[in-house]
């Protein structure tokens, strides 16, 4: 008879597994949650260094709630999905307002924070306070699906929920910080998307998706629209001592209240925005092209470079001259960021 899921899980990562992450050492309730909120969407090797950087500039989660937002995008930079570090901050001053300015250990009122959903509210919870709840992230999802043998759009209720069911019908009764870790690095290093190391994984003797030769099908691929494609032309203005001109964006859309170069629809539009600002400047050369990708679009971005030659004073707050160090120390939409760190310092 083969041994429970979990007990082989575990087995395997008291050998194989993770003990080294900076979250883990100590594995309090603020590092584990901040840890859970950059893995969203990003790998591990990617967020260790930026986990670090913000804990030691934010230790705590009342210096959080405390800090200025541009503080918080600034740390942020680089790790994308900038609402993440909206809804840290917001989360963060909830709990000082309603919860003593601790993380609550309650699975309900965890869930309600900005940012937190039910597989993260699970993931801290087990990782910090070893309660039994069950996660489901991508990582988790693909084993499941594998595991059980579950087809369908993972994204859709049904499927959801026999994902869930999985994934709670295996939970352990003990070491539950360590079960969530271990399921999260199996997904990770073995049952990978692509070709998955089934001959070296814990739990395949039982895999539906290998005793049927069903890896690749599993899980089901989602149903993805082509992207759409849009353009735009930004400014890169600089003085001749090399400041240049950065604008706040809305606090809403696309890089909310990140600081990035002025932007238009086009080079007639760009122009437009130089008169507005009652700016006098050298013709607009193309500085540079490049596509950045977004969940839902693509965006193709002309940047155009000049030399203002008589910079006025700048009145308005959200548009401001800045030198190339100070410029970098900001929140910035990355590819705002990759041109400017190629400036000339």
């Known amino acids: 008879m083969t041994p429970a899921f979990a007990p082989r899980l575990l087995a395997w990562f008291d050998l194989h597994g993770r003990h080294e992450l900076p979250w883990q050492h100590p594995r309090e309730p603020y590092r ?190 989602r149903t993805r629209r082509a992207r759409p494609l849009r353009q735009c032309t930004q400014l890169l203005l600089t003085q001749a001592h090399g400041r240049l001109l950065l604008q706040r964006r809305a606090p809403v859309g696309i890089w909310a209240g990140l600081w990035s170069f002025i932007e238009s629809n086009d080079v007639e539009g760009a122009r437009s925005s130089l008169r507005e600002l009652g700016l006098t400047a050298d013709a607009l050369e193309l500085h540079s092209q490049l596509r950045h990708e977004f969940t839902h679009y693509s965006l193709d971005i002309e940047v155009r470079h000049a030399a203002v030659t008589e910079p006025a004073a700048v009145t308005d707050g959200d548009t401001r001259w800045f030198t190339r160090t100070e410029a970098l120390a900001l929140g910035l939409p990355q590819p705002v960021r990759r041109i400017i760190e190629a400036l000339p310092s």
């Open 32 to 221: 584990v949650w901040v840890s859970e909120i950059m893995l969203q969407q990003t790998q591990v090797r990617t967020v260790i260094g930026y986990f670090e950087r913000f804990i030691e500039r934010f230790p705590d989660l009342p210096s959080l709630a405390a800090a200025p937002l541009d503080d918080v995008l600034a740390a942020w930079s680089g790790l994308g999905y900038y609402a993440r570090a909206r809804n840290l901050q917001r989360a963060a001053q909830h709990c000082v307002d309603a919860h003593q300015g601790r993380l609550p250990d309650d699975f309900d009122a965890l869930a309600l924070l900005p940012g937190i959903g039910r597989s993260t509210a699970g993931a801290i919870l087990a990782q910090a306070h070893g309660q039994r709840h069950a996660i489901l992230d991508g990582n988790v999802r693909r084993v499941l699906a594998r595991h059980r043998r579950i087809a369908g759009d993972p994204a859709t209720p049904a499927v959801q929920s026999r994902l869930w069911a999985a994934a709670t019908g295996v939970l352990p009764d003990t070491r539950l910080a360590d079960y969530t870790q271990a399921l999260m690095d199996l997904g990770a290093g073995i049952c990978t998307r692509a070709n998955p190391a089934c001959l070296i994984c814990p739990v395949a003797d039982d895999c539906e998706a290998r005793i049927h030769g069903e890896q690749a099908l599993l899980p089901t691929p």
